[in-house]
């Protein structure tokens, strides 16, 4: 795993909308060095053991360590197709965004050793993002399909359609959630009913592919944006806070290439570098 020496905290200024600098306290702590291909989102198990990723190229769901990032284990590699996305459900069940195969497959996990026991797959294609939503229903975004839809018991209730290539569905506070409407640039707010709350689009978001994200308690929503090679910080209000990245493709602390997935424990997060093939970790502080 790369360090940056011995992980001393770096502090970054970096642009707020107006143009003034704003403090982010940043503490890079390493990154991934198992092999993998394309990560995408990122999802850490409900007993904190393990961060799930998905491991698109591998085809496959791996598991690193959170605290190290070293890789002890993986599962679907023997019949996913172009994996993309990971939630648990408030049983502990796992389902993953099985892309290729135009469906959502579901597991009962044991440690790290998943046995497949159901999908999801009416009426969607190239799922790339999916939601557990405490409801007990199952958000899925279409990403070839363009279409948002809802399952219950397994059963098609709902859907949303008139979006382009969607990716990321996250719970916010509140059960409302956030959907990355990734072709037309944007993020979409929704109600449980699909109900459209609110819009990010445009000024000062400047999202160019916006991918996958994770909300703080507060509403604050970090996402992926990218064809801009950044992770953005957004207020619950939409006010931008802060741009982690320059702009441009690299590696490095606060550099990223085509970043996807996102995870955040309380003042850790995780973050898939996906161009670079590796998963990134930080500790961070948000200064007002």
């Given amino acids: 795993m790369e360090r940056i020496r011995t992980l001393v905290a770096v502090t970054m200024l970096l642009a707020s909308p107006g143009g003034a600098a704003a403090d982010v306290a940043l503490e890079f702590l ?6 993998l291909g394309n990560p995408h989102d990122l999802k850490l198990s409900p007993d904190g053991r393990h961060l799930l990723v998905s491991d698109v190229d591998n085809d496959r769901i791996a598991i690193l360590d959170p605290e190290t990032l ?4 993986s599962f679907g590699e023997d019949h996913q197709g172009g994996t993309h996305d990971v939630d648990f459900d408030a049983d502990g069940r796992v389902y993953v965004a099985d892309t290729h195969n135009n469906r959502v497959t579901v597991y009962e996990m044991d440690g790290t050793r998943a046995m497949l026991v159901g999908e999801l797959g009416e009426g969607i294609r190239g ?11 199952i958000y ?9 839809v809802v399952y219950k018991n397994g059963v098609k209730v709902d859907e949303m359609d008139g979006l382009s290539s969607p990716h990321d569905v996250e719970l916010a506070p509140g059960g409302n959630i956030w959907l990355s409407d990734a072709g037309n640039h944007r993020m979409l707010l ?9 819009v ?3 000024e000062p978001f400047r999202f160019n592919g916006v991918r996958y994200q994770d909300v703080l308690d507060d509403g604050t ?6 064809y801009t090679h950044s992770v953005k910080f957004i207020a619950a209000d939409g006010t931008l806070l802060h741009v982690l990245g320059n702009g441009s493709p690299g590696r490095g602390p606060g550099v990223f290439t085509t970043p996807e997935g996102v995870e955040v424990e309380d003042d850790i997060l995780w973050l898939s570098d996906s161009g670079n093939d590796r998963v990134v970790k930080y500790r961070f502080t948000l200064v007002p």
Avoid: C, M, T, Y
């Fill in 30 to 35: 390493g990154a991934s060095s198992a092999p």
């Fill in 70 to 73: 070293a890789f002890i284990g």
């Fill in 221 to 226: 929503v970090i996402a992926a944006d990218k």
């Fill in 127 to 137: 799922p790339e993002g999916v939601l557990a939503h405490p409801n007990g229903r």
């Fill in 140 to 148: 899925v975004a279409g990403a070839w399909s363009d279409n948002l």
């Fill in 190 to 198: 929704l109600s449980p009913d699909l109900d459209i709350l609110s």
């Fill in 200 to 202: 990010w689009q445009g």
